[in-house]
């Protein structure tokens, strides 16, 4: 038997520490969750991307009563920025939740589903898309969706 061991580095900020694109991203978020869509649990997610253009686009997470119909805000911004700008490089994910009255002040991380669907955007234009998740405690930042979704699953798969 041999073992691998997996790392991750992750940078943890404060916010007066991020620079003045990614405090812009992080708005950007944090404003997305008061659009959310979640009358069911009540746990609102926005989601902001930063194309290479500079341009920021966003989405928040949009429950159904049958809950497997609903959609994360990671995608749900993704899947926008893909439909409407597909020849835009994706520079960046900022992440933050909305909850019982206030930002979380635990880091809300993308859930797997969104992680691939991330991997798909560094894939497709061979660059890393650096994610950074909002809490009110701290700012965690990775430089690239691999990071997170180690030992994934990705086109070459396919061939």
Known sequence: MREINLTTKIAVYLLEECSEMEKKLIDAAKSATTKAYAPYSGFRVGAAI??????????????????????????????????????????????????NGTFTHDVITPCGACRQVLLEAENRFQSPVKVLMYSEDGIYVVTAIKDLLPLSFGDEMLK
């Open 50 to 99: 930063l194309l290479e253009n500079g341009e920021i686009v966003v989405g928040n997470n949009q429950e159904n009563a049958a809950y497997p119909s609903g959609l994360c805000a990671e995608r749900t911004a993704l899947f926008f920025a893909n439909a409407t700008h597909p020849d835009q490089k994706v520079e960046a994910v900022a992440v933050a939740a909305w909850h």
